[in-house]
């Protein structure tokens, strides 16, 4: 690593910190419904919306009708998705005629962009139209990331209310999360990527000469919008097949630099919000702390990993498969907190990273997507870790388990333990269906334990609800967007289900008062816990596929052997 790369670092997540505060106080004010500097901007399109959809913004609903309600819209987002693919060859803003999508890539593309995942098994600049990319998946980066931080703005109401079966409005969570924080966001960004050099336009697809002479076809479209939610939203579906590695996307480093802060500043600030709206500032730090020591922890090993001397390239960096405009060090950054914050944006080839790498990014998925992790989705998975670690912390010493005042119950531990579980079962039955399958094997790009960290990464991707890839798997075929698509909905909804009984199930309890006893969750005993529980429970489910795949890789590649 270069002074320059160091000081990079260094810059950014001093940034990153600093803004946390700022952000995420604005945020606090936004869902608890205080005057707020962007109320009289768009405070009458808020009213207007609930007015439309026929919500009165004051009336709280239980857990219950919260779920049906943020099922039911999802469902009809689903559905929304899936027909304009299948009609797309029949709908306007089509220039270069692209056909109907085939209906197990539908219905794959479908589930992933309403779960937040926008894994993406086609070329996006060759499948999709203006249409269906703009009023289908560019709705969908800004409704499921808002669906998110609705989940937990609920599980906070439950954890910090007291006796009351009210956890708040799905539609005016939905509708103040998009209005105030993902779309004034969104716009700021995108005028700064197309400053930068993104493309924002509606043509049709241009047809050049080489140097060499030869035709080639360059696609065109509204990048720049698209490119700012996917980040912000912590999406990542590019308009484009190379994603962030095209320049198109990401033209120069200084936009690199852009999109990786709109990837983190996000869900670092809601542990802010977070804090704020229990009473304890402390307690949003100590969440926050614990996402920075792992994330770190994951971008040291990374960076270690690719500086390292190779034999099997002369000893030297390995430069395959990054962009030589961004380096190591920015594909290597970009890397580690695109699979830390469930973001499918990608500015390098995952499948050509050190096996070392590749594994940080496949555990950072694996952990839940918790190190950080999509908008509102890292916190309320976090949340589910606090509550095992306060569980098993209470058992140490022989007290019945309590955060923030609430006693924490079976009905709290069995629906953590599901949580957590879900994406977990999709990961490893998947995985060892699809080794065990010719259907499975036949898409494979490489043979051996490379081959079997493809699979691995997928399935991690889609129930962590992430949507990066190895890219050395084929998925767009019938088995894998149908499992893949199964497990991003068992991801998203086997996750968001629990949560949201479990804020049910806080928000009746009482609030008992600290005493001389109370295990604080403040300091930094409680962080070391924490991290420790998240690396236990969560890292070691999967420590024996990671032997087989990424592990064992490692140590035949410095023997020199490769698949």
């Known amino acids: 690593m270069t002074t320059q790369d ?39 399109l808020e009213r ?46 089509n220039p270069a005629h692209l056909s109907n999508v085939s209906w197990h890539s539908a219905f794959n593309t479908a589930s992933s962009f309403v779960t ?74 995108a005028i700064a990527l197309v400053g930068q050099g993104a493309i924002q336009n509606f043509k049709h697809f ?4 080489t140097i060499q002479g030869a035709q080639q076809v360059i696609p065109m479209g509204p990048v720049a919008s698209q490119e700012a939610i996917k980040q912000l939203g912590t999406n990542g579906g590019g308009f484009l097949n190379a994603n962030d590695a095209h320049p198109f996307e990401s033209p120069t480093p200084f936009s690199n630099l852009l999109v990786m802060f709109a ?55 390995l430069m395959e498969g990054k962009e030589t405009r961004f380096g190591i060090t920015n594909s290597v950054l970009f890397s580690v907190i695109t699979t830390d914050v469930s973001c499918g944006a990608v500015n390098c080839m995952h499948d050509s990273l050190t096996p070392l790498s590749g594994m ?8 839940g997507e918790v190190i950080f992790g999509g908008v509102g989705a890292g916190l309320y998975g976090m949340v589910i870790f606090i509550i095992l670690t306060v569980f ?40 060892a269906w699809a080794s065990a399958s010719t259907v499975g094997l036949s898409s494979l790009n490489n043979a051996g334990p490379h081959g079997l960290s493809e699979i691995l990464y997928a399935f991690s991707s889609a129930a962590g609800n992430n949507g990066s890839a190895f890219a050395g798997l084929n998925a767009n075929t019938v088995f894998y967007n149908l499992t893949l698509g199964f497990g991003m909905l068992v991801g998203r909804f086997g996750v968001i289900i629990p949560v949201l009984a479990i804020a049910g199930s806080m928000a009746e309890k009482k609030i008992t008062p600290m005493s001389g006893g109370t295990f ?44």
């Open 6 to 44: 160091v000081i990079q670092l260094l810059v950014f997540f001093a940034l990153l910190i600093g803004l946390t505060p700022v952000l995420g106080n604005y945020m606090f004010k936004v869902f608890t419904g205080k005057k707020h500097f962007m109320m009289p901007v768009l405070g009458w």
């Open 48 to 93: 207007l919306t609930y007015k439309f959809i026929g919500v009165k913004p004051d009336e709280e609903t239980n857990w219950k009708s919260y779920t049906f309600g943020l099922l039911m819209f999802n469902l009809i987002g689903f559905i929304f998705v899936f027909l304009l693919q299948m009609l797309q060859a029949y709908l306007p803003m």
């Open 116 to 189: 937040n995942t926008n894994w993406q098994g086609y070329a996006g600049e060759t499948t999709l139209s203006y249409l269906v990319q703009m009023i289908g998946l560019a709705v969908q980066n800004f409704v499921s990331a808002a669906t998110g931080v609705a989940v937990l703005i609920a599980l906070v109401r439950g954890i910090s209310r007291k006796t009351t079966d009210k956890i708040g409005n799905f539609w005016v969570d939905l509708t103040r999360s998009t209005l105030y924080v993902l779309l004034p966001l969104s716009i700021l960004l």
């Open 206 to 209: 241009e047809t050049v000469q």
């Open 263 to 317: 990837l983190l500043i996000i869900p670092a600030a809601l542990t802010f919000t977070y804090g704020k709206m229990v009473g304890s500032t402390r307690q949003g730090w100590a969440i926050f702390s614990a996402m920075m020591i792992l994330l770190l922890a994951g971008l040291s090993i990374s960076l270690y990993a690719e500086y390292s001397s190779n034999p099997i390239f002369g000893h030297l960096h």
């Open 360 to 367: 940080v990014a496949m555990i950072n998925m694996m952990l």
């Open 392 to 431: 098993i912390a209470g058992l140490m010493v022989g007290r019945t388990p309590e955060y923030l005042g609430k006693k924490i119950n079976a009905f709290e531990v069995k629906m953590a333990i599901i949580a957590m579980l879900a994406p977990n079962l999709v990961i490893l039955l998947f995985a």
């Open 520 to 563: 604080r969750t403040d300091n930094s005993l409680f962080i070391v816990l924490l991290i420790g529980v998240i690396l236990i429970v969560g890292g070691l489910t999967h420590f024996p596929a990671l032997s087989l795949g990424p592990i064992v890789e490692h140590y035949l590649m410095n023997m020199g052997i490769t698949f």
